[in-house]
C-alpha cells in the first residue's frame, strides 16, 4: 500500500511516540519488581528511579508471601471466584444487552430508566451488609458473587454495541426461523466479539481485585480470595493478625515491611497481567461483519 | 351521493376514533405476545437490581436521619435537612465542592480525550507484534496499587526529585511540587491519566475494531486520505461509544475517592486539593456519623443525576445516541 | 499459632483459672467495618478486645445494650483485684480511680493500667555523631538549636532538622518547639483551664521561630509532602542532624542508617527551654490508665448466654500481681525467669533463634499480652538502649499541661465538638504551615486567631472544660 511521505513521517512519529509510553508506563511496575527483590535494609533509604535492583538480590519478599499458609488457597478461591463470577455475570448481561438494544419492546426505556437509576442512588453499606445477611449468605461463597452479578456501566457499553450491530444480520436469522435467544449467542456475541471480550476482562479484572466485600462477609479464612490474604500479609507481616500487636506497625520486623509491599503487589498483579494477551486476538478488525454480509 | 359520501366519511371517522382510542391494554398485551422471549432474557438482570439495588435503597434514606446502627432504619428519628445543613454551614463546604468539579472536570477534558486520541494513533501501527506489546505494556499502571503510584508520585515531586532535576534542567529553580496548590490539580489529574490511559482505551479500541472495513475500503477508493477517512468512516464508527461514555462521565462529577487524595493532599494544598470525600473523611475518622456522610453522598448523588440527566437529553437532541 | 489464644499466657491462664478463650479475628484493617456490621446485625462476641470508638461515644454503647455495664459487678464484690487497685494502690490508687469511671461513677471498660508507669514515646532527637564532629555540645535552649542548626547546615550542607505537622508523629502533636513557648497545637490544660493553644500568643513565637528556620535553609524543604515511610528514610538517608521521633521507629533508622554511613548514632535529648528558668510543661505523655486502644469491653452477649459472672471473675484476675505478672511477662519457666535481686530476664527459646532473625516484638504475642486490659509493667519489653536512654531523657521533663486521656462527653456535645473542631483543625492545619513556609505574613496571625474564634470556639472551650470540670470532680 502506498504511503505519502506525510504518513509515512506521521508513522514514524507514531511508532516513537508509542514507545515513548510504553517506557513510561512500564516504569511503575518495574520499579515494583526491582524493589521486590532488593536489599529491605537499602530499599529503606533509597529514593529515586529505580532501573535495577539495590543491593543484595533477595527473595524474601516472596518468602514471606508464599510461607503462608493461606495464600494457597487464597489463589484457589480467586480463580473460584473469578472463574464463576465471570460466566454468570457475562450470561445475564450479554442477554439483557440484547434485550435493551431492541427497538420493538415497548418496556425498553423504562427498563433502562429502572436500571441506570440505580448507578445514582444506592442503599450504602449497612443496608447492602442486611440484605446480605437476610438473604442468608454470611461466610457463604455466593455472598461475593450474586450482589454484583451485574454492573449497569458494563451493561451500556454492551448495549451500545449490540445496537450498533446492521439489522439486517439479524433480520436475516429470524426469517431463517432463529429464536432470539440463539441469535445472541450465534450472531450478536461474535460479531460484537471485541466488546464482549472487554466486558468480560472488566468482569473478571474486577473479581480478581476484590476484597472488601470478603472482608465483611466471610469469617472463614478458607473462603478468602486472594487479595484479602495478601491485604493482610501486607497489613500484618504474621501469620496471626493484629490483635496481638498493638502500637500500630511500631516495631514488627520494619524492615521488612517495605519489601513486602512490593513482593505482594507482584503476587497480585503479574498473574491477571498475563490474561490480556490472550483477549488481544479478539480485538481483530471488522472482518466478520464483511463475511457475513456477502 | 350523499348515502356513500356519508358512509365513507363516517367510516374514516370511526378509523381515526380507533387509533386515538386503542386502549392502552391491548397494546401492551400485543407487545407481550410478540417480544415475551426477550422480556424472559432479561428478567434475570431484573431480579438481580430488584433484589440487590432495589432492596437495599432505602438506605439512601438514612441522610434524613439520626441514624443509629443500634435501632437501625425504623428505629432512628427523622431530622429533615439537618444532616446537609450540618454540611454546608461548613466555611470549607464551598471549597471541597468546588475543587472536587474542578478536578473532574479537567479529568474529563484530558482524561477522557487522550485514551481515545491513544486507541486511534494505536490503531494505525501496523506492527501487529508491537501493537500487541504497546497495548499490554500500557495497562499495566491501572493495577500498580494506589499506594505505590502516591509514593512514587511524592518521590518524584520532591526538590530533590526527578521532576525537580527536569526543572533544573532547564534553568528553573527546584522545588516541592506537591506543597504549591497550583499545581496540585495538575499533579493529580497528571497522575490519573498515566495510570489509566492503556486501561480506558481498551473500550475504545474495542469499539474500533468493530467498525465496517467495507467502509473503510469505499473511503479509499473515493480517495480519501488517511484524515478523511478518521473524520468520515472511524470517529462516526465509535461515536455511540464516546458519547455514552461521555454521558457517563458528566455522571460522575461529583464522585472523586478520597484514597488518592489523601496520600497526595497536605495542608498547604487543601486549598485546591481538599473534596469532598477527604474533607468528610477527616470529619468521620472518630465519629462514624452515618447519617451526616449518608447527606453527603445523597447530595453528590442528586448532582450526579441531574447532570445526567442534563447531559443526556442535549445528546439526545445533538447525536442519535442517548442512555435512555 | 492459630490465634492468640494458644499463646503460653492462655494456656498457662487456663490452667491455673479454668476458663477456655478462643479469639475471632476481623480482617487486618477492617476492624471498623467489621465492628459496625457486628453492630448493626446485633452479632456481638462474648468481649471486644480494643475495638474502634462506638457510634456516639462509648458510654452510648452501653445505652444501645451491646457494652455491658460493669459497675453492678462491682458493686457485688465480684471485682476484687480491680477494686484493690483503684483504692489502695500506694501509688497511683486516685489517678486509676478516676480513670477508670466515667463522669457519672459507672465502669464499664477494662483498661491497660501501668503500674510501672509507662513513657512518652515520641520526642526529639540529635545527630550524636554530627555533634562530635561539628564540636557541639547537646543543645539546651532554642537559642542553642538555632546554632546547632546553623552549624549543621554549614559544615554538612544540608538542611539538618526533619520535621512534620500535622501528622499523630509529628512534633506540632507532640509538643515539640511548641511547648518552648507554653503554647500547643491542640488543647492544653493550663492549670486547670482548657485552652487552644493555637491562639495562644506563644504560638505566634512559634511560628515565627519556625518561620525564621525555615528561611534560612534549617528545615526540610519537602517536609510539608513527606510520607510516613519516605520521613523515615530521610532520617536515615543521612542528611538529617535533628528530627522529632517516635522511639519505636529509632530501631530501624538507625539499622539502615548504618548501613550506609557506619558512624550513624543519635540520642533524644529534652525539649529546649526558650528563656532562662523555664519549666516546660508539656510533652508527649501517657497516662497510668491507658486509652481506647488499650481496653475490652464486655457485651450483653455475657448475659444472655449466663457466663456474666464467670467472665467477671476471670477478667478480675489479670488485675490481680500474680494475673498482671502472667499477663506482663509470660509464665515463669517458659518465657522468663527471676533473677536473685529481683530483677528478671527474658528466657524463650526462639527470642534467641539467631537463623529466624526475628525481633521481641513479632515473637512476643507467643507468650505475653500486650494490647489488652490487665496491670502491666510498662518495661516489660526488650528495647533498644537508645530507647531506654530515650524515655528516661523525656521523661525528666513534666507533662503538667498535658490535656487528660480520659474525658467525657455526651453524645450531643461530641457532635457540637466534631462540627466545630473538623474546620477549625483544617484551618489551623493550612494556616500554619502556610505561616512556617512563608506563604503567609506572620503578621496577620491575629487575623489567623479572630478566624478560628469566628468559628465557634468559644463554645468548643465551653464543652471542654465543663468536661475537664466533671473530670476533676471524680473523686472518692
Not at chain 1, 529514593?47 to 508464599?66: H, M
Not at chain 3, 497510668?288 to 456474666?308: A, H, M, P, Q, S
Request: proline letters at 5%; one cysteine or more.
Amino acid at each position: 500500500m502506498r504511503q505519502t511521505n506525510g504518513e509515512r513521517i506521521f508513522s514514524v512519529f507514531n511508532y516513537f511516540l508509542m514507545a515513548f509510553l510504553c517506557f513510561v508506563m512500564l516504569y511503575p511496575l518495574w520499579h515494583v519488581a526491582m524493589s521486590s527483590i532488593s536489599d529491605p535494609v537499602r530499599l529503606f533509604t533509597e529514593r529515586g528511579i529505580r532501573l535495577l535492583p539495590i543491593g543484595d538480590l533477595t527473595l524474601k519478599g516472596y518468602e514471606l508471601v508464599f510461607q503462608n499458609p493461606n495464600v494457597a488457597t487464597g489463589f484457589m478461591n480467586t480463580a473460584y471466584y473469578v472463574a464463576v463470577r465471570t460466566i454468570l455475570s457475562m450470561v445475564i448481561t450479554v442477554m439483557a444487552a440484547y434485550v435493551l438494544s431492541r427497538k420493538g419492546p415497548y418496556w425498553n426505556t423504562a427498563i433502562s430508566k429502572f436500571i441506570i437509576f440505580t448507578m445514582y442512588f444506592q442503599g450504602g453499606l449497612i443496608p447492602f451488609f442486611l440484605m446480605v445477611r437476610a438473604m442468608g449468605l454470611m461466610n457463604n461463597r455466593w455472598a461475593i458473587i450474586l450482589p454484583v452479578l451485574v454492573s449497569t456501566w458494563n451493561l451500556i457499553i454492551m448495549r451500545t454495541a449490540f445496537a450498533g450491530i446492521p439489522e439486517s444480520l439479524i433480520e436475516s436469522a429470524k426469517i431463517d426461523g432463529a429464536s432470539d435467544f440463539r441469535i445472541v449467542w450465534t450472531i450478536v456475541v461474535p460479531v460484537a466479539q471485541a466488546t464482549v471480550a472487554v466486558i468480560g476482562l472488566f468482569y473478571a479484572v474486577t473479581m480478581w481485585n476484590t476484597w472488601f466485600n470478603p472482608s465483611i462477609f466471610l469469617t472463614d479464612r478458607a473462603l478468602w480470595p486472594m487479595q484479602l490474604i495478601l491485604r493482610e500479609i501486607l497489613l500484618e507481616h504474621a501469620a496471626v493478625t493484629s490483635a496481638q500487636s498493638g502500637v500500630a506497625g511500631v516495631t514488627e520486623q520494619p524492615m521488612y515491611r517495605m519489601l513486602l509491599q512490593y513482593s505482594t503487589i507482584m503476587v497480585a498483579t503479574v498473574p491477571i497481567l498475563l490474561i490480556y494477551p490472550f483477549l488481544q486476538k479478539y480485538f481483530i478488525s471488522g472482518v466478520m461483519i464483511g463475511s457475513i454480509k456477502g | 351521493m350523499a348515502f356513500l359520501n356519508s358512509k365513507s366519511s363516517s367510516y374514516q371517522f370511526q378509523t381515526v376514533n380507533a387509533n386515538l382510542k386503542e386502549p392502552w391494554l391491548k397494546k401492551v398485551s400485543i407487545d407481550w405476545k410478540k417480544y415475551w422471549p426477550l422480556y424472559l432474557m432479561a428478567l434475570p438482570a431484573i431480579l438481580f437490581y430488584l433484589v440487590w439495588l432495589y432492596g437495599p435503597m432505602w438506605g439512601s434514606l438514612i441522610a434524613f436521619q439520626d441514624f443509629s446502627i443500634r435501632h437501625g432504619f425504623l428505629g432512628s428519628p427523622f431530622v429533615g435537612l439537618d444532616n446537609f445543613v450540618k454540611f454546608f454551614e461548613s466555611p470549607f463546604a464551598f471549597r471541597v465542592i468546588r475543587n472536587t468539579v474542578m478536578i473532574n472536570f479537567w479529568n474529563l477534558v484530558f482524561g477522557f480525550t487522550l485514551p481515545i486520541i491513544f486507541a486511534l494513533l494505536l490503531n494505525e501501527i501496523r506492527n501487529k507484534y508491537f501493537k500487541r506489546v504497546v497495548q499490554t505494556i500500557t495497562y499495566m499502571p491501572y493495577f500498580i496499587a494506589v499506594i505505590v503510584v502516591a509514593g512514587l508520585l511524592v518521590n518524584f515531586t520532591s526538590s530533590d526529585g526527578i521532576f525537580s532535576d527536569i526543572i533544573e534542567f532547564f534553568g528553573g529553580t527546584p522545588s516541592n511540587l506537591l506543597a504549591q496548590p497550583e499545581l496540585f490539580r495538575t499533579i493529580f489529574v497528571g497522575s490519573e491519566i498515566w495510570q489509566f490511559l492503556g486501561w480506558n482505551s481498551i473500550i475504545f479500541l474495542a469499539a474500533l475494531a468493530a467498525v465496517n472495513t467495507e467502509l473503510y475500503e469505499a473511503a479509499i477508493i473515493d480517495g480519501a486520505g488517511k484524515l478523511k477517512q478518521i473524520y468520515h468512516v472511524t470517529i462516526p464508527g465509535i461515536m455511540p461509544t464516546i458519547v455514552i461514555l461521555l454521558i457517563l462521565q458528566v455522571g460522575s462529577i461529583m464522585s472523586l475517592g478520597f484514597e488518592k487524595i489523601i496520600l497526595l493532599y497536605n495542608p498547604l494544598t487543601y486549598e485546591t486539593g481538599d473534596v469532598i470525600s477527604s474533607f468528610v473523611f477527616r470529619r468521620g475518622i472518630e465519629n462514624a456519623e452515618f447519617g451526616f456522610s449518608a447527606a453527603v453522598g445523597f447530595f453528590n448523588s442528586a448532582v450526579n443525576f441531574a447532570m445526567v440527566i442534563i447531559a443526556n437529553r442535549i445528546s439526545a437532541k445533538l447525536t442519535e445516541t442517548s442512555l435512555w | 499459632m492459630e490465634g492468640l489464644h494458644e499463646s503460653y499466657f492462655f494456656k498457662e491462664l487456663e490452667a491455673r483459672t479454668g476458663v477456655r478463650t478462643e479469639f475471632v479475628y476481623p480482617p487486618v484493617g477492617e476492624a471498623e467495618a467489621n465492628f459496625t456490621m457486628r453492630i448493626a446485625a446485633h452479632d456481638l462476641p462474648h468481649i471486644f478486645v480494643t475495638p474502634p470508638p462506638y457510634p456516639g461515644g462509648e458510654w452510648q454503647g452501653v445505652v444501645d445494650e451491646i457494652y455491658l455495664e460493669l459497675t453492678p459487678y462491682y458493686e457485688r464484690g465480684l471485682m476484687p483485684n480491680f477494686s484493690w487497685m483503684r483504692n489502695n494502690h500506694h501509688l497511683f490508687a486516685e489517678e486509676i480511680y478516676r480513670d477508670t469511671m466515667d463522669d457519672e461513677g459507672r465502669i464499664f471498660f477494662w483498661p491497660k493500667v501501668d503500674v510501672v508507669p509507662s513513657h512518652p514515646w515520641s520526642g526529639l532527637w540529635v545527630r550524636t555523631d554530627w555533634l562530635e564532629d561539628l564540636g557541639l555540645e547537646m543543645p539546651e535552649t532554642i537559642d542553642d538549636w538555632t546554632h546547632m542548626l546553623r552549624t549543621m547546615r554549614d559544615e554538612k550542607d544540608v538542611a539538618p532538622l526533619a520535621i512534620n505537622i500535622p501528622l499523630w508523629y509529628g512534633v506540632a502533636y507532640n509538643y515539640m518547639f511548641v511547648s518552648s513557648f507554653e503554647a500547643g497545637y491542640d488543647w492544653i490544660n493550663k492549670d486547670g483551664e482548657v485552652v487552644f493553644g493555637p491562639t495562644l500568643p506563644g504560638y505566634r513565637q512559634w511560628l515565627e521561630l519556625m518561620n525564621k528556620w525555615h528561611a534560612e535553609g534549617l528545615i526540610d524543604p519537602d517536609f510539608p509532602a513527606r510520607d510516613f515511610a519516605g520521613y523515615n528514610a530521610h532520617i536515615a538517608g543521612g542528611n538529617i542532624g535533628a528530627f522529632g521521633l517516635a522511639y519505636g521507629e529509632i530501631g530501624p533508622i538507625l539499622t539502615a542508617g548504618r548501613a550506609i554511613d557506619p558512624d550513624f548514632s543519635a540520642e533524644a535529648v529534652v525539649m529546649p527551654t526558650s528563656y532562662a528558668g523555664q519549666v516546660i510543661r508539656l510533652r508527649q505523655n501517657n497516662a497510668i490508665v491507658r486509652g481506647r486502644g488499650n481496653r475490652e469491653y464486655f457485651t450483653t452477649r455475657l448475659v444472655d448466654d449466663g457466663l456474666d459472672d464467670i467472665a467477671v471473675v476471670w477478667k478480675d484476675y489479670w488485675y490481680s500481681q500474680d494475673g498482671g505478672d502472667l499477663a506482663s511477662y509470660g509464665p515463669e519457666g517458659v518465657s522468663f525467669r527471676w533473677l536473685p535481686d529481683g530483677e528478671y530476664e527474658w528466657i524463650f527459646p526462639r527470642l534467641f533463634d539467631e537463623a529466624e532473625g526475628l525481633d521481641f516484638w513479632t515473637i512476643m504475642p507467643q507468650f505475653k499480652v500486650h494490647n489488652m486490659g490487665y496491670l502491666r509493667d510498662s518495661t516489660a519489653y526488650v528495647f533498644r538502649p537508645e530507647v531506654f536512654q530515650a524515655i528516661d531523657t523525656w521523661a525528666t521533663q513534666s507533662a503538667d499541661w498535658v490535656m487528660p486521656d480520659h474525658l467525657a462527653f455526651t453524645p450531643e456535645e461530641e457532635e457540637e465538638l466534631a462540627g466545630i473542631m473538623i474546620d477549625i483543625y483544617t484551618y489551623r492545619d493550612e494556616m500554619t504551615l502556610r505561616f512556617i513556609v512563608g506563604d503567609e505574613p506572620i503578621t496577620n496571625f491575629d487575623d489567623f486567631v479572630s478566624t478560628i474564634e469566628g468559628m465557634g470556639l468559644a463554645r468548643a472551650m465551653e464543652i471542654m472544660n465543663a468536661s475537664l470540670d466533671r473530670y476533676l470532680a471524680r473523686g472518692r
